[in-house]
């Protein structure tokens, strides 16, 4: 079965730090580029990061620019958030997506993991 | 960037058609072919139900269709039925490896 975990979520002060990872299964996670999408409670989707199949190339949203680092290890078929310097309104289910079907499409999502930032 | 311009809710009776705009800009949605859907149930993730612009993945009911007409992209839901009553996010590649997503829609039927 094809399939994203997420885990590494939890409850966080601001200014703190937390690291989320994502296992991959049931399917060549190297040959697909992946996307990490966040959801504020009651609130929409928005895109956060992205990562090539390499780990060569990364991009962020402004939002998160400086704070969040997206890396991946292919050997290990897992994704990385590393998520600093965490703000009140980066509280949120974190889910990671694979770019497939079209290379643009999110087409596989994990079931999320949720980070609070609260003092 | 703005997130993309959707309704924030419609509604609809079972059997009818029912449409969900989302209005993006030229450096999104009128610059690629490249809109996708997703449909969303509370506590649930995400679940692809169109992508670049008007193709079903697999697995997908073909009630649920596509297009786009410059910066507007449109999601259409025929045939209504209760278990399409759910939240529908459109999502436009925005180029250099970003995207957008729009601010999501909550369909009822009634």
């Known amino acids: 079965e094809v399939q994203l975990v997420e885990s590494g979520g939890g409850l966080v002060q601001p200014g703190g730090s937390l690291r989320l990872s994502c296992a991959a299964s049931g399917f060549s996670f190297s040959s697909y580029e992946i996307n990490w999408v966040r959801q504020a409670p009651g609130k929409g989707l928005e895109w956060v990061s992205y990562i090539s199949t390499s780990g060569t190339i990364m991009n962020y949203a402004d939002s998160v620019k400086g704070r969040l680092t997206i890396s991946r290890d292919n050997a290990k078929n897992s994704l990385y958030l590393q998520m600093n310097s965490l703000r009140a309104e980066d509280t949120a289910i974190y889910y990671c997506t694979r770019a497939g079907l079209s290379t643009y499409t999110f087409d596989i999502w994990g079931q999320g993991t949720m980070v609070t930032v609260s003092s | 960037q703005s997130a993309l311009t959707q309704p924030a809710s419609v509604s609809g009776s079972p059997g009818q058609s029912i449409t969900i705009s989302c209005t993006g800009t030229s450096s999104d949605v009128g610059s690629y072919n490249l809109v996708s859907w997703y449909q969303q149930y509370p506590g649930k993730a995400p679940k692809l139900m169109i992508y670049?612009?008007?193709k079903w993945p697999s697995g997908v009911s073909n009630r649920f269709s596509g297009s786009k007409s410059g910066n507007t992209a449109s999601l259409t839901i025929s045939g209504l039925q209760a278990e399409d009553e759910a939240d529908y996010y459109c999502?436009?590649?925005?180029?250099?490896?970003?995207?957008?997503f729009g601010g999501g829609t909550k369909l009822t039927v009634l």
């Open positions: 670049d612009d008007s």
């Open positions: 999502c436009s590649y925005a180029g250099s490896n970003s995207w957008i």
